[in-house]
């Protein structure tokens, strides 16, 4: 079992719509939760952090549930520039400071 | 504030050659993590040096090696090169190894094994 497991998609969004996917985890003492953008061929960049409360940043909104152990993201309105691969990440605990990603998922935003 | 940057953007090696990789981390920043990122497939974790000292390792052969130098930079090295060993390769700096945030990525290698 992958460590950080994501679907891959695509998922294809009509722009201006919202789309949620989400990853599950499977190190219960992770301490820190991320995701990241990938666009093609280039290197991953943080999108945003994740807390158990809940955050938003703009249009994005991410969501950690310890319990179940998995990580969601919501991107609101969404833009044709959002078609990227996201990347959940996971960080600490047993793992020590190492970033253990998922294998990304891909979305895909429309005219 | 320099970002982190990465030498050779791109690189073409036979099987069986060695391959040294280099690494600037962002100013001020300590910590430096390589990662290896095969097509398709999300970031691995190759290791991480602190203060010129590899502080953990994940599941490569010996034949991947790592060197931190005094101002922070940082070096990967392949020997006996496969061709699975073609991916691109991320270098990430921190502040310090243990603090709660996400690490910044330079924008890579591509290695391609022939």
């Known amino acids: 079992r992958k460590e950080v497991e994501q679907d891959p998609g695509p998922f294809n969004v009509p722009e201006g719509a919202t789309v949620a996917f989400n990853c599950t985890y499977s190190?219960?003492?992770?301490?820190?939760f991320f995701w990241y953008r990938q666009d093609c061929r280039k290197e991953p960049k943080l999108l945003m952090s994740?807390?158990?409360s809940g955050n938003e940043d703009g249009r994005f909104t991410a969501q950690l549930n310890r319990a179940s152990q998995y990580i969601s993201l919501l991107i609101r309105d969404s833009k044709l520039s959002d078609s990227a691969t996201y990347l959940c990440?996971?960080?600490?605990?047993?793992?020590?400071?190492?970033?253990?990603f998922g294998g990304g998922t891909r979305v895909l935003v429309k005219p | 504030e320099t970002g982190v940057t990465q030498s050779p953007t791109h690189l073409i090696k036979t099987r069986g050659q060695q391959v040294t990789l280099r690494c600037s981390s962002q100013s001020g920043h300590n910590t430096v993590s390589w990662y290896q990122q095969a097509l398709g497939q999300g970031p691995q974790f190759i290791f991480q040096y602190y203060r010129e000292e590899e502080n953990g390792r994940g599941n490569f052969p010996p034949r991947f090696s790592g060197l931190q130098f005094p101002n922070y930079s940082s070096e990967l090295n392949v020997n006996a090169l496969e061709l699975d060993d073609s991916a691109l390769y991320l270098c990430a700096s921190s502040l310090e190894r243990g603090q709660d945030y996400g690490y910044t990525f330079g924008s890579g290698t591509r290695l391609t094994v022939v």
């Open positions: 990440v996971v960080k600490g605990g047993t793992a020590g400071n190492k970033l253990t």
């Open positions: 994740v807390y158990s």
């Open positions: 190190n219960s003492a992770s301490q820190s």
